[in-house]
């Protein structure tokens, strides 16, 4: 069975750093391109980054290129998101999801978590 | 940057087909997926590739993609299948989602 659990998630003020992780089972991690979607309360879903299988190839949305980094531990079957200089528009729940292929940006998520709450506020 | 367009809010009846549509800029030539989100639950994939359903997920959802419209059919509509609905394709290496449908089934 397909597990994918996020970790990570908290309180954080305006400015500051949070990484998220999520941790799968159920499959061969390597194999499969991994995803971040993300939900602001009351809201749609809203795309935030993707990585291939092997790590080598990484997409990430306008609105946090440059801030938040995807990535991931094959040895350990977790992915990760670290997410610099937050501002209070990243406030969400953040899910990691495993997509249908190796190959990122391509296809659908065909798996997700339960997600992980952030929110940055002062 | 690219769009899709969803209706805020579709109503069905039980027993009736629910038909929720998603719109872009020649979203024909993409593929397109569909995701099930119910209150307080994570999205489920239910439509991927314009027409292909997950193991799993009952016959009676459907999709259809061509020119700037994609479409999900939900027959012989559940209480259960209440919930929001994503559309979601890609564009440029950046993956778009509509703004979501809320299905009401009254």
């Known amino acids: 069975e397909v597990q994918l659990v996020e970790s990570g998630g908290g309180l954080v003020q305006p400015g500051g750093s949070l990484r998220l992780s999520c941790a799968a089972s159920?499959?061969?991690?390597?194999?499969?391109?991994m995803t971040w979607v993300r939900q602001a309360p009351g809201k749609g879903l809203e795309w935030v980054s993707a990585?291939?299988?092997?790590?080598?190839?990484?997409y990430y949305a306008d609105s946090v290129k440059g801030r938040f980094t995807i990535s991931r531990d094959n040895s350990k079957n977790t992915l990760y998101l670290e997410m610099n200089s937050l501002r209070a528009e990243d406030a969400a729940a953040y899910y990691c999801?495993?997509?249908?292929?190796?190959?990122?940006?391509?296809?659908?998520?065909?798996?997700w978590g339960q997600g992980t709450l952030v929110t940055v506020s002062s | 940057s690219y769009e899709l367009t969803q209706p805020p809010s579709v109503s069905v009846s039980p027993g009736q087909t629910a038909t929720i549509t998603c719109s872009g800029d020649?979203?024909?030539?993409?593929?397109v997926c569909w995701y099930q989100q119910k209150p307080g639950q994570s999205p489920v994939l239910v439509i991927y590739?314009?027409?292909k359903r997950p193991s799993g997920i009952p016959e009676r959802f459907s999709g259809s993609n061509s020119g700037n419209t994609a479409t999900l059919t939900i027959s012989v509509t559940q209480a259960m299948d209440e919930a929001d609905y994503y559309c979601?394709?890609?564009?440029?290496?950046?993956?778009?989602f509509g703004g979501g449908t809320k299905l009401t089934v009254l």
């Open positions: 159920g499959f061969t991690f390597s194999s499969y391109a």
């Open positions: 999801g495993r997509d249908d292929s190796s190959i990122a940006a391509a296809g659908p998520v065909e798996y």
């Open positions: 020649k979203l024909g030539d993409k593929y």
């Open positions: 979601q394709a890609w564009d440029s290496l950046t993956a778009v």
């Open positions: 590739q314009d027409t």
């Open positions: 990585i291939s299988g092997g790590g080598g190839s990484t």
